[in-house]
Protein backbone atom coordinates (compact mmCIF):
# COMPACT_ATOMS: atom_id res chain seq x y z
CA UNK A 1 0.00 0.00 0.00
CA UNK A 2 1.56 3.36 -0.84
CA UNK A 3 0.30 6.91 0.72
CA UNK A 4 1.67 10.33 0.61
CA UNK A 5 2.51 12.46 3.26
CA UNK A 6 -0.76 13.41 3.61
CA UNK A 7 -2.35 10.24 4.19
CA UNK A 8 0.85 8.60 5.90
CA UNK A 9 -0.43 11.49 8.60
CA UNK A 10 -3.64 10.33 8.61
CA UNK A 11 -2.88 6.37 9.23
CA UNK A 12 -0.13 7.33 11.68
CA UNK A 13 -3.07 9.22 13.81
CA UNK A 14 -5.24 6.18 13.33
CA UNK A 15 -2.58 3.93 14.38
CA UNK A 16 -2.26 6.01 17.40
CA UNK A 17 -5.30 5.23 18.66
CA UNK A 18 -6.39 9.50 18.10
CA UNK A 19 -10.09 10.13 17.57
CA UNK A 20 -10.13 14.19 18.00
CA UNK A 21 -7.63 16.44 16.60
CA UNK A 22 -7.86 20.49 17.12
CA UNK A 23 -6.39 22.62 14.41
CA UNK A 24 -6.89 25.58 12.10
CA UNK A 25 -5.65 25.26 8.23
CA UNK A 26 -3.30 27.15 6.33
CA UNK A 27 -1.05 26.97 3.15
CA UNK A 28 1.74 24.99 4.28
CA UNK A 29 -0.96 22.02 5.85
CA UNK A 30 -3.47 22.27 2.89
CA UNK A 31 -2.26 18.66 1.79
CA UNK A 32 -2.35 17.60 5.02
CA UNK A 33 -6.42 18.68 5.27
CA UNK A 34 -7.17 16.95 2.07
CA UNK A 35 -5.97 13.91 3.36
CA UNK A 36 -7.90 14.81 6.34
CA UNK A 37 -11.18 15.41 4.74
CA UNK A 38 -10.72 12.00 2.58
CA UNK A 39 -10.78 9.65 5.71
CA UNK A 40 -13.43 9.55 8.64
CA UNK A 41 -11.66 8.15 11.60
CA UNK A 42 -10.46 10.99 12.70
CA UNK A 43 -12.52 14.36 13.89
CA UNK A 44 -10.91 17.68 13.06
CA UNK A 45 -12.11 20.20 15.44
CA UNK A 46 -11.90 23.79 14.27
CA UNK A 47 -10.75 26.42 16.41
CA UNK A 48 -10.90 30.19 16.02
CA UNK A 49 -7.30 30.72 17.04
CA UNK A 50 -4.62 28.37 17.18
CA UNK A 51 -3.94 28.80 21.23
CA UNK A 52 -7.66 27.96 21.78
CA UNK A 53 -6.28 24.36 19.54
CA UNK A 54 -3.75 23.84 22.13
CA UNK A 55 -5.41 24.44 25.58
CA UNK A 56 -8.14 22.52 23.83
CA UNK A 57 -5.83 19.51 23.30
CA UNK A 58 -4.44 19.97 26.97
CA UNK A 59 -7.28 19.89 28.56
CA UNK A 60 -8.12 16.79 26.58
CA UNK A 61 -5.11 15.04 27.68
CA UNK A 62 -5.70 16.11 31.21
CA UNK A 63 -9.05 14.42 30.83
CA UNK A 64 -8.48 10.95 29.17
CA UNK A 65 -4.64 10.56 29.54
CA UNK A 66 -4.00 10.02 25.71
CA UNK A 67 -2.08 12.80 24.06
CA UNK A 68 -3.63 15.48 22.54
CA UNK A 69 -3.14 16.77 18.87
CA UNK A 70 -3.16 20.15 16.97
CA UNK A 71 -2.58 20.82 13.24
CA UNK A 72 -1.64 24.06 12.34
CA UNK A 73 -0.18 26.34 9.79
CA UNK A 74 3.33 27.02 9.31
CA UNK A 75 4.33 30.83 10.32
CA UNK A 76 1.99 32.25 12.43
CA UNK A 77 -0.18 28.98 13.02
CA UNK A 78 3.22 27.90 14.42
CA UNK A 79 3.67 31.10 16.67
CA UNK A 80 -0.30 31.23 17.93
CA UNK A 81 0.42 27.80 19.29
CA UNK A 82 3.57 28.52 21.38
CA UNK A 83 1.78 29.78 23.99
CA UNK A 84 -0.33 26.40 24.96
CA UNK A 85 2.45 24.79 23.86
CA UNK A 86 4.39 25.93 26.76
CA UNK A 87 1.61 25.39 28.72
CA UNK A 88 1.59 21.98 28.18
CA UNK A 89 5.26 21.85 28.94
CA UNK A 90 4.98 23.00 31.92
CA UNK A 91 2.58 20.97 33.37
CA UNK A 92 4.19 17.99 31.75
CA UNK A 93 0.68 17.34 29.52
CA UNK A 94 1.85 14.86 26.60
CA UNK A 95 0.65 16.43 23.58
CA UNK A 96 1.76 16.00 19.86
CA UNK A 97 2.09 19.22 17.56
CA UNK A 98 2.23 19.06 13.69
CA UNK A 99 3.29 22.11 12.47
CA UNK A 100 3.39 23.24 8.56
CA UNK A 101 6.50 23.92 7.11
CA UNK A 102 7.33 25.72 3.61
CA UNK A 103 9.44 23.48 0.74
CA UNK A 104 12.40 22.15 2.07
CA UNK A 105 13.94 23.90 -0.57
CA UNK A 106 12.89 27.23 0.31
CA UNK A 107 14.23 27.01 4.78
CA UNK A 108 16.16 29.56 5.19
CA UNK A 109 15.07 31.99 3.01
CA UNK A 110 12.86 33.81 4.07
CA UNK A 111 9.97 32.17 2.64
CA UNK A 112 6.14 33.92 2.92
CA UNK A 113 5.13 32.36 6.52
CA UNK A 114 8.21 30.66 7.35
CA UNK A 115 9.29 30.33 10.47
CA UNK A 116 12.47 28.50 12.68
CA UNK A 117 9.27 26.63 14.43
CA UNK A 118 11.91 23.93 15.72
CA UNK A 119 14.34 27.11 17.21
CA UNK A 120 11.57 28.99 18.40
CA UNK A 121 9.68 26.26 20.52
CA UNK A 122 12.89 23.92 21.76
CA UNK A 123 12.96 25.45 24.97
CA UNK A 124 9.46 24.36 26.00
CA UNK A 125 8.90 21.44 24.88
CA UNK A 126 10.20 17.86 25.74
CA UNK A 127 11.44 17.01 21.64
CA UNK A 128 10.64 18.44 18.55
CA UNK A 129 11.58 16.84 14.79
CA UNK A 130 12.27 18.41 11.52
CA UNK A 131 10.78 15.75 8.79
CA UNK A 132 13.87 15.45 6.30
CA UNK A 133 12.33 13.13 4.21
CA UNK A 134 8.80 10.90 3.71
CA UNK A 135 10.60 8.23 4.23
CA UNK A 136 11.08 9.57 8.30
CA UNK A 137 7.66 10.72 8.36
CA UNK A 138 5.77 7.64 9.79
CA UNK A 139 9.10 6.94 11.99
CA UNK A 140 8.84 10.35 12.98
CA UNK A 141 5.41 10.33 14.61
CA UNK A 142 6.08 7.10 16.09
CA UNK A 143 8.69 8.49 18.29
CA UNK A 144 6.70 11.58 18.82
CA UNK A 145 3.81 10.03 20.49
CA UNK A 146 6.06 8.01 22.28
CA UNK A 147 8.44 10.28 23.50
CA UNK A 148 5.26 12.36 24.70
CA UNK A 149 3.75 9.95 26.97
CA UNK A 150 6.69 7.99 28.25
CA UNK A 151 8.40 8.96 31.18
CA UNK A 152 7.67 12.54 31.99
CA UNK A 153 5.24 13.43 29.41
CA UNK A 154 5.45 16.73 27.70
CA UNK A 155 4.16 18.54 24.23
CA UNK A 156 6.55 17.47 20.90
CA UNK A 157 6.37 19.26 18.08
CA UNK A 158 6.69 17.72 14.53
CA UNK A 159 7.66 20.25 11.92
CA UNK A 160 6.67 18.95 8.01
CA UNK A 161 7.45 20.82 5.03
CA UNK A 162 4.92 20.70 2.35
CA UNK A 163 6.29 19.24 -0.07
CA UNK A 164 6.54 16.41 1.76
CA UNK A 165 2.86 16.09 1.89
CA UNK A 166 2.68 16.64 -1.75
CA UNK A 167 -0.25 14.40 -3.09
CA UNK A 168 1.47 12.66 -5.83
CA UNK A 169 4.57 11.33 -4.37
CA UNK A 170 3.94 8.12 -2.63
CA UNK A 171 6.30 5.79 -0.90
CA UNK A 172 4.87 1.53 0.62
CA UNK A 173 3.80 2.69 4.37
CA UNK A 174 4.28 0.54 6.87
CA UNK A 175 3.81 1.92 11.11
CA UNK A 176 6.58 0.62 13.31
CA UNK A 177 5.73 -0.69 16.44
CA UNK A 178 8.33 -0.59 18.82
CA UNK A 179 10.74 2.21 19.07
CA UNK A 180 13.68 2.34 19.92
CA UNK A 181 15.77 5.73 21.14
CA UNK A 182 19.53 5.09 22.19
CA UNK A 183 19.53 8.44 24.44
CA UNK A 184 15.70 8.08 25.61
CA UNK A 185 14.74 4.98 28.43
CA UNK A 186 12.85 7.01 30.95
CA UNK A 187 13.29 4.34 33.99
CA UNK A 188 10.12 3.15 35.66
CA UNK A 189 11.04 0.69 38.69
CA UNK A 190 13.18 2.61 41.28
CA UNK A 191 15.52 1.55 43.30
CA UNK A 192 14.68 -1.71 45.72
CA UNK A 193 17.21 0.12 48.49
CA UNK A 194 15.93 3.26 48.03
CA UNK A 195 12.19 2.35 48.36
CA UNK A 196 13.70 -0.01 51.26
CA UNK A 197 15.36 3.24 52.91
CA UNK A 198 12.51 5.26 52.62
CA UNK A 199 9.91 2.97 53.93
CA UNK A 200 12.32 3.02 57.25
CA UNK A 201 12.44 6.32 57.17
CA UNK A 202 8.75 6.84 57.18
CA UNK A 203 8.09 4.49 59.64
CA UNK A 204 10.86 6.44 62.04
CA UNK A 205 8.26 9.34 61.63
CA UNK A 206 7.06 11.67 64.63
CA UNK A 207 5.12 14.29 62.71
CA UNK A 208 5.27 13.09 58.75
CA UNK A 209 3.19 14.54 55.32
CA UNK A 210 2.89 12.86 52.01
CA UNK A 211 2.94 15.91 49.97
CA UNK A 212 1.75 15.15 46.08
CA UNK A 213 2.10 16.65 42.68
CA UNK A 214 0.77 15.97 39.13
CA UNK A 215 3.04 12.99 38.75
CA UNK A 216 0.65 11.20 40.60
CA UNK A 217 -2.40 11.74 37.73
CA UNK A 218 -0.47 10.98 34.94
CA UNK A 219 1.10 7.52 36.36
CA UNK A 220 -2.72 6.63 37.43
CA UNK A 221 -1.47 5.92 40.66
CA UNK A 222 -4.23 7.98 42.48
CA UNK A 223 -5.71 4.31 44.38
CA UNK A 224 -2.10 3.60 45.31
CA UNK A 225 -1.46 6.76 46.79
CA UNK A 226 -4.59 6.80 48.66
CA UNK A 227 -3.95 3.05 49.91
CA UNK A 228 -0.26 4.12 51.16
CA UNK A 229 -1.83 7.58 53.07
CA UNK A 230 -4.74 5.32 54.40
CA UNK A 231 -2.27 2.18 55.57
CA UNK A 232 0.26 4.89 56.98
CA UNK A 233 -2.22 6.81 58.79
CA UNK A 234 -1.05 10.16 57.82
CA UNK A 235 -1.39 13.83 56.84
CA UNK A 236 -1.77 14.77 52.78
CA UNK A 237 -1.39 17.45 51.29
CA UNK A 238 -1.72 18.47 47.23
CA UNK A 239 -0.26 20.71 44.88
CA UNK A 240 -2.81 22.46 42.80
CA UNK A 241 -1.87 20.05 40.08
CA UNK A 242 -2.43 17.32 42.39
CA UNK A 243 -5.84 17.98 43.16
CA UNK A 244 -8.03 14.77 43.11
CA UNK A 245 -5.66 12.57 43.61
CA UNK A 246 -6.36 11.94 47.41
CA UNK A 247 -10.40 12.14 47.70
CA UNK A 248 -11.01 16.18 48.99
CA UNK A 249 -13.11 15.51 51.45
CA UNK A 250 -11.21 12.25 53.28
CA UNK A 251 -10.45 13.48 57.36
CA UNK A 252 -6.93 12.83 55.92
CA UNK A 253 -6.43 15.50 53.81
CA UNK A 254 -5.33 18.53 54.52
CA UNK A 255 -6.27 20.45 51.46
CA UNK A 256 -3.93 22.29 48.95
CA UNK A 257 -0.02 23.81 50.30
CA UNK A 258 1.31 26.62 49.02
CA UNK A 259 0.86 30.34 48.41
CA UNK A 260 -3.02 30.03 48.31
CA UNK A 261 -3.14 26.88 50.40
CA UNK A 262 -4.50 26.13 53.51
CA UNK A 263 -2.97 26.94 57.10
CA UNK A 264 -2.42 23.56 58.22
CA UNK A 265 -0.90 22.30 55.05
CA UNK A 266 1.37 24.94 55.35
CA UNK A 267 2.15 24.72 58.83
CA UNK A 268 2.48 20.43 59.03
CA UNK A 269 4.59 21.29 56.13
CA UNK A 270 7.03 23.69 58.19
CA UNK A 271 6.65 21.62 60.83
CA UNK A 272 7.11 17.82 59.89
CA UNK A 273 10.02 15.82 60.23
CA UNK A 274 9.89 13.59 57.65
CA UNK A 275 8.40 14.57 53.95
CA UNK A 276 7.46 12.22 51.32
CA UNK A 277 7.03 14.27 47.99
CA UNK A 278 5.17 12.37 45.43
CA UNK A 279 5.46 13.07 41.98
CA UNK A 280 5.62 16.81 42.37
CA UNK A 281 8.94 19.37 41.44
CA UNK A 282 8.68 21.87 44.56
CA UNK A 283 7.95 24.82 42.33
CA UNK A 284 7.91 28.48 43.69
CA UNK A 285 4.30 28.66 44.84
CA UNK A 286 4.52 25.51 46.78
CA UNK A 287 7.92 25.83 49.02
CA UNK A 288 7.89 29.79 48.97
CA UNK A 289 11.53 30.67 50.10
CA UNK A 290 13.51 27.52 49.63
CA UNK A 291 16.08 28.65 52.54
CA UNK A 292 12.97 28.09 55.27
CA UNK A 293 11.55 25.54 53.37
CA UNK A 294 10.50 22.18 55.59
CA UNK A 295 13.63 23.07 58.24
CA UNK A 296 13.42 20.29 60.34
CA UNK A 297 12.52 17.58 57.71
CA UNK A 298 14.11 14.54 56.01
CA UNK A 299 13.07 14.06 52.45
CA UNK A 300 11.79 11.34 50.51
CA UNK A 301 11.09 12.33 46.83
CA UNK A 302 9.70 9.88 44.14
CA UNK A 303 9.74 10.93 40.25
CA UNK A 304 9.95 9.37 37.23
CA UNK A 305 12.27 12.54 36.14
CA UNK A 306 16.03 12.28 37.28
CA UNK A 307 16.42 16.16 36.60
CA UNK A 308 13.37 17.10 38.75
CA UNK A 309 15.36 15.37 42.19
CA UNK A 310 16.91 18.07 44.12
CA UNK A 311 16.65 20.80 41.52
CA UNK A 312 15.00 23.28 43.63
CA UNK A 313 15.22 21.26 47.16
CA UNK A 314 17.72 18.97 47.98
CA UNK A 315 16.79 15.41 48.95
CA UNK A 316 17.09 13.02 51.55
CA UNK A 317 16.42 9.86 49.38
CA UNK A 318 15.79 10.09 45.80
CA UNK A 319 13.79 7.68 44.19
CA UNK A 320 13.67 8.01 40.39
CA UNK A 321 10.76 6.01 39.34
CA UNK A 322 7.23 5.72 38.02
CA UNK A 323 5.28 6.49 40.97
CA UNK A 324 2.51 3.47 40.45
CA UNK A 325 5.51 1.14 40.28
CA UNK A 326 7.16 2.38 43.34
CA UNK A 327 3.57 3.13 45.41
CA UNK A 328 3.04 -0.79 44.98
CA UNK A 329 6.59 -1.81 46.04
CA UNK A 330 5.91 0.19 49.16
CA UNK A 331 2.37 -0.94 49.89
CA UNK A 332 3.82 -4.81 49.53
CA UNK A 333 6.77 -3.99 51.85
CA UNK A 334 4.15 -2.24 54.52
CA UNK A 335 2.14 -5.20 54.14
CA UNK A 336 4.29 -7.66 54.90
CA UNK A 337 6.11 -6.23 57.60
CA UNK A 338 2.75 -5.54 59.16
CA UNK A 339 4.42 -2.33 60.72
CA UNK A 340 3.22 0.95 61.62
CA UNK A 341 4.20 4.61 62.59
CA UNK A 342 4.59 4.80 66.72
CA UNK A 343 0.77 5.53 67.48
CA UNK A 344 1.30 8.23 70.16
CA UNK A 345 3.53 9.98 67.90
CA UNK A 346 1.06 9.67 65.19
CA UNK A 347 -2.06 11.20 67.46
CA UNK A 348 -0.11 14.04 68.70
CA UNK A 349 0.73 14.91 65.42
CA UNK A 350 -3.08 15.18 64.30
CA UNK A 351 -3.96 17.08 67.70
CA UNK A 352 -1.98 19.77 66.60
CA UNK A 353 -3.10 19.40 63.14
CA UNK A 354 -6.74 19.73 64.35
CA UNK A 355 -5.51 22.62 66.49
CA UNK A 356 -4.38 24.41 63.17
CA UNK A 357 -7.64 23.24 61.31
CA UNK A 358 -9.66 24.98 64.04
CA UNK A 359 -8.15 28.43 62.77
CA UNK A 360 -10.44 27.76 59.66
CA UNK A 361 -8.37 29.73 56.80
CA UNK A 362 -11.15 29.64 54.59
CA UNK A 363 -13.80 30.81 56.49
CA UNK A 364 -15.99 33.98 54.17
CA UNK A 365 -18.63 36.74 54.82
CA UNK A 366 -21.47 34.25 54.49
CA UNK A 367 -24.20 37.33 55.19
CA UNK A 368 -22.54 39.50 52.49
CA UNK A 369 -25.14 41.13 50.70
CA UNK A 370 -22.69 40.92 47.33
CA UNK A 371 -22.08 37.79 46.10
CA UNK A 372 -18.65 35.76 47.49
CA UNK A 373 -16.70 34.50 44.82
CA UNK A 374 -16.17 31.03 47.47
CA UNK A 375 -20.15 30.61 48.10
CA UNK A 376 -20.60 30.51 44.11
CA UNK A 377 -18.09 27.65 43.92
CA UNK A 378 -19.15 25.87 46.50
CA UNK A 379 -22.89 26.22 45.44
CA UNK A 380 -21.14 24.75 41.92
CA UNK A 381 -19.67 21.97 43.90
CA UNK A 382 -23.05 21.22 45.74
CA UNK A 383 -25.28 21.57 42.27
CA UNK A 384 -22.36 18.98 40.52
CA UNK A 385 -21.85 17.03 43.00
CA UNK A 386 -18.60 17.05 42.88
CA UNK A 387 -18.13 15.15 39.99
CA UNK A 388 -18.08 17.62 36.70
CA UNK A 389 -14.78 18.32 35.20
CA UNK A 390 -13.60 21.82 35.75
CA UNK A 391 -11.71 24.09 33.74
CA UNK A 392 -10.12 27.16 35.05
CA UNK A 393 -8.57 30.19 33.87
CA UNK A 394 -5.78 31.87 35.84
CA UNK A 395 -6.45 34.20 38.77
CA UNK A 396 -8.32 34.41 41.92
CA UNK A 397 -10.87 32.55 40.31
CA UNK A 398 -8.71 29.26 39.96
CA UNK A 399 -7.82 29.87 43.25
CA UNK A 400 -11.22 29.87 45.18
CA UNK A 401 -11.82 26.92 42.67
CA UNK A 402 -8.57 24.78 43.73
CA UNK A 403 -10.38 25.64 47.55
CA UNK A 404 -13.59 25.66 47.58
CA UNK A 405 -14.51 22.83 44.91
CA UNK A 406 -13.83 19.38 46.10
CA UNK A 407 -12.34 17.34 44.16
CA UNK A 408 -12.08 13.49 45.09
CA UNK A 409 -10.95 11.99 41.21
CA UNK A 410 -8.58 12.49 39.61
CA UNK A 411 -8.52 14.29 35.95
CA UNK A 412 -11.11 16.39 37.03
CA UNK A 413 -9.48 19.63 37.82
CA UNK A 414 -8.05 21.49 34.09
CA UNK A 415 -5.85 24.54 34.46
CA UNK A 416 -2.85 25.93 33.40
CA UNK A 417 -0.64 25.55 36.70
CA UNK A 418 2.99 26.55 36.02
CA UNK A 419 2.78 28.99 33.08
CA UNK A 420 -0.53 30.62 34.46
CA UNK A 421 -2.08 30.86 31.18
CA UNK A 422 -4.95 33.39 31.14
CA UNK A 423 -7.42 32.15 27.90
CA UNK A 424 -6.84 28.62 29.07
CA UNK A 425 -10.63 28.15 30.81
CA UNK A 426 -12.84 27.55 28.00
CA UNK A 427 -11.14 26.14 25.20
CA UNK A 428 -9.72 23.51 27.63
CA UNK A 429 -13.61 23.29 28.81
CA UNK A 430 -14.34 22.33 25.04
CA UNK A 431 -11.55 19.60 25.19
CA UNK A 432 -12.95 18.15 27.92
CA UNK A 433 -16.70 17.86 26.52
CA UNK A 434 -15.30 15.81 23.40
CA UNK A 435 -13.51 13.71 25.28
CA UNK A 436 -16.56 13.25 27.70
CA UNK A 437 -19.42 14.22 25.70
CA UNK A 438 -22.00 12.69 28.80
CA UNK A 439 -20.36 14.79 31.88
CA UNK A 440 -20.47 18.02 33.46
CA UNK A 441 -17.95 20.16 32.05
CA UNK A 442 -17.48 23.76 33.91
CA UNK A 443 -15.36 26.73 32.83
CA UNK A 444 -14.75 29.10 36.25
CA UNK A 445 -13.14 32.38 34.46
CA UNK A 446 -12.78 35.88 35.23
CA UNK A 447 -14.20 38.69 32.99
CA UNK A 448 -10.73 39.57 32.18
CA UNK A 449 -9.25 35.78 31.50
CA UNK A 450 -12.56 35.04 29.51
CA UNK A 451 -11.82 37.45 26.52
CA UNK A 452 -8.93 36.20 25.69
CA UNK A 453 -10.24 33.22 24.32
CA UNK A 454 -14.09 34.16 23.85
CA UNK A 455 -13.86 33.70 19.93
CA UNK A 456 -13.84 29.67 20.83
CA UNK A 457 -17.23 30.18 21.89
CA UNK A 458 -18.26 29.76 17.82
CA UNK A 459 -16.54 26.65 18.48
CA UNK A 460 -19.06 25.55 20.55
CA UNK A 461 -21.89 26.43 18.67
CA UNK A 462 -20.41 24.81 15.31
CA UNK A 463 -19.74 21.30 17.11
CA UNK A 464 -22.67 20.88 20.05
CA UNK A 465 -20.28 21.63 23.16
CA UNK A 466 -23.15 22.52 26.02
CA UNK A 467 -20.58 23.58 28.53
CA UNK A 468 -21.13 26.07 31.56
CA UNK A 469 -19.54 29.06 31.83
CA UNK A 470 -19.30 30.72 35.61
CA UNK A 471 -17.79 33.80 35.51
CA UNK A 472 -17.09 35.25 38.33
CA UNK A 473 -16.69 39.18 36.90
CA UNK A 474 -14.78 41.76 39.39
CA UNK A 475 -14.49 44.18 37.17
CA UNK A 476 -10.74 43.67 38.05
CA UNK A 477 -7.43 41.40 37.24
CA UNK A 478 -8.55 40.07 40.87
CA UNK A 479 -5.19 38.32 41.85
CA UNK A 480 -3.03 41.75 39.95
CA UNK A 481 -5.50 44.22 42.52
CA UNK A 482 -4.50 41.49 45.28
CA UNK A 483 -0.71 42.11 45.01
CA UNK A 484 -1.07 45.84 44.32
CA UNK A 485 -2.88 46.23 47.45
CA UNK A 486 -0.92 44.27 49.20
CA UNK A 487 2.77 45.42 48.04
CA UNK A 488 2.03 48.39 46.11
CA UNK A 489 -0.04 50.42 48.50
CA UNK A 490 -3.22 50.41 46.23
CA UNK A 491 -1.85 51.87 43.32
CA UNK A 492 -4.01 49.72 41.26
CA UNK A 493 -2.23 50.24 37.96
CA UNK A 494 -3.89 48.80 34.85
CA UNK A 495 -5.66 46.22 36.65
CA UNK A 496 -9.27 47.30 36.31
CA UNK A 497 -11.30 46.72 33.79
CA UNK A 498 -13.25 49.11 31.56
CA UNK A 499 -15.76 48.87 28.58
CA UNK A 500 -16.74 45.02 29.28
CA UNK A 501 -19.14 43.78 27.57
CA UNK A 502 -22.75 42.62 28.15
CA UNK A 503 -22.08 38.73 28.54
CA UNK A 504 -25.51 37.77 28.52
CA UNK A 505 -25.64 39.58 24.97
CA UNK A 506 -22.25 38.20 23.99
CA UNK A 507 -23.33 34.93 24.52
CA UNK A 508 -26.45 35.21 22.78
CA UNK A 509 -25.14 36.44 19.50
CA UNK A 510 -23.26 33.37 19.57
CA UNK A 511 -26.12 31.27 19.90
CA UNK A 512 -26.09 30.49 23.35
CA UNK A 513 -27.66 31.22 26.72
CA UNK A 514 -26.94 34.07 28.78
CA UNK A 515 -27.61 35.29 32.50
CA UNK A 516 -26.65 37.49 35.06
CA UNK A 517 -27.04 37.21 38.71
CA UNK A 518 -26.02 39.97 41.01
CA UNK A 519 -27.86 38.46 44.31
CA UNK A 520 -26.42 36.08 47.02
CA UNK A 521 -30.03 34.43 46.54
CA UNK A 522 -29.94 33.98 43.18
CA UNK A 523 -26.89 31.51 43.11
CA UNK A 524 -27.90 28.45 43.63
CA UNK A 525 -31.15 28.89 41.35
CA UNK A 526 -29.42 29.79 38.52
CA UNK A 527 -26.87 27.01 38.70
CA UNK A 528 -29.52 24.52 38.72
CA UNK A 529 -31.55 26.33 35.72
CA UNK A 530 -28.08 26.31 33.71
CA UNK A 531 -27.45 22.92 34.56
CA UNK A 532 -30.84 21.58 33.74
CA UNK A 533 -30.55 22.70 29.93
CA UNK A 534 -28.51 19.56 29.25
CA UNK A 535 -28.11 20.53 25.42
CA UNK A 536 -27.02 24.55 25.44
CA UNK A 537 -23.86 26.22 26.33
CA UNK A 538 -24.72 28.80 29.21
CA UNK A 539 -22.82 31.92 30.12
CA UNK A 540 -23.60 32.46 34.02
CA UNK A 541 -21.97 36.24 34.82
CA UNK A 542 -22.23 36.58 38.64
CA UNK A 543 -21.47 40.12 39.64
CA UNK A 544 -19.01 39.39 42.64
CA UNK A 545 -17.44 41.71 45.60
CA UNK A 546 -14.21 43.44 43.90
CA UNK A 547 -12.70 43.92 47.09
CA UNK A 548 -12.41 40.22 47.65
CA UNK A 549 -9.13 37.97 48.30
CA UNK A 550 -7.68 34.81 48.35
CA UNK A 551 -6.33 33.99 51.76
CA UNK A 552 -4.25 32.50 53.26
CA UNK A 553 -1.55 33.97 50.94
CA UNK A 554 2.26 33.52 51.12
CA UNK A 555 3.87 36.30 50.12
CA UNK A 556 7.50 36.89 48.08
CA UNK A 557 10.16 36.19 50.03
CA UNK A 558 8.25 34.27 53.42
CA UNK A 559 8.18 30.99 54.06
CA UNK A 560 5.33 28.35 55.26
CA UNK A 561 4.67 29.49 58.67
CA UNK A 562 4.60 33.64 57.44
CA UNK A 563 1.10 33.17 55.79
CA UNK A 564 -1.33 36.03 55.33
CA UNK A 565 -4.15 34.87 56.82
CA UNK A 566 -7.74 36.93 56.38
CA UNK A 567 -8.56 39.38 58.98
CA UNK A 568 -10.83 38.50 61.53
CA UNK A 569 -13.64 41.23 60.90
CA UNK A 570 -13.65 40.02 57.56
CA UNK A 571 -14.00 36.55 58.15
Not at 93 to 110: A, E, F, L, N, Y
Not at 227 to 243: D, E, K, R, S, V
Amino acid sequence: MELSGGEIIMRALKEEGVQHIFGYPGGAVLHIYDALYQQDYVQHVLVRHEQGATHAADAYARATGKAGVVLVTSGPGATNAVTGIATAFMDSVPMVVITGQVHRHMIGSDAFQEVDSVGITRPCVKHNFLVQSLEDLAPTLRKAFYVATSGRPGPVVVDIPKDITAPEIKIPFSYPQDVAMRSYNPNVTGHPGQIHKAVELLLTARRPVIYTGGGVVWSEASEELTALTQLLGYPITNTLMGLGTYPATDKQFLGMLGMHGTYEANMAMHDCDVLIAIGARFDDRVTGTTSDFCPHAKIIHIDIDPASISKNIRVDIPIVGDVKHVLNVMLEALKSEDRRANPEHLASWWSQIDQWRAEKCLDYDRDSDLIKPQFVVEKLCEVTGGNAFVASDVGQHQMFAAQFYQFNKPRRWLNSGGLGTMGFGLPGAMGAKLAFPDEEVVCITGEASIQMCIQELSTCKQYDLPVKIVNLNNRYMGMVRQWQEFSYNKRYSHSYVDALPDFVKLAESYGHVGMVIDKPADVEGALREAFAMKDRLVFMDFITDQSENVYPMIEAGKAHNQMRMKPRELA
